[in-house]
């Protein structure tokens, strides 16, 4: 998958990591829920950068209390193109618990990308087949409606 932020590619994408041992977390490492917690519950200090999670549309944000401001990255698994969860997700993150930093979608297709955006996704891995050439027109039409991430 190719991720574009800001309407521009970035290369090469942070990875999601899908292994159950974690002892360091690279910088760019994008964990799932449960171990982002068990990183979290075994570095106290945390004074090396702390990783991303992944959350899927039905994961509880309050897993995440007190926690949000220090993570980089938040991904959310967005191939449910259907799933109305992941815009609640987003709009959340940003409004409700003022999250500032990248919120990518993950399996973004053509048809949810201006969506995507209007939610609070300022990051999309575009799902396997779909060119960047053909995602960036898209984002001419991505005029946030709830404008609070942006202030």
């Given at each position: ?20 041992q974690v002892e360091r977390a690279p910088d760019s490492?994008?964990l799932p829920l449960e171990q982002w ?115």
């Amino acid at each position: 998958m190719q991720t574009i932020r800001s309407s521009k590619t970035i290369s090469p994408p942070c990875q999601a990591e899908s292994g159950d041992q974690v002892e360091r977390a690279p910088d760019s490492a994008i964990l799932p829920l449960e171990q982002w917690l068990r990183w979290w519950d075994s570095h106290p200090c945390r004074t090396t950068g702390c990783p991303g999670v992944l959350l899927q549309p039905d994961d509880p944000l309050q897993s995440l209390a007190g926690r949000i401001d220090q993570l980089p990255v938040i991904a959310i698994n967005a191939a449910g193109f259907a799933d109305g969860r992941v815009y609640t997700l987003a709009s959340t993150l940003r409004g409700v618990c003022q999250y500032r930093g990248e919120l990518r979608a993950l399996g973004a297709t053509l048809d949810n990308l201006a969506m995507l955006g209007r939610c609070g996704f300022d990051a999309f891995e575009i799902r396997d087949g779909i060119s960047v050439e053909d995602a960036l027109p898209y984002f001419s039409e991505v005029e946030p409606v709830y404008g609070f991430w942006q202030q």
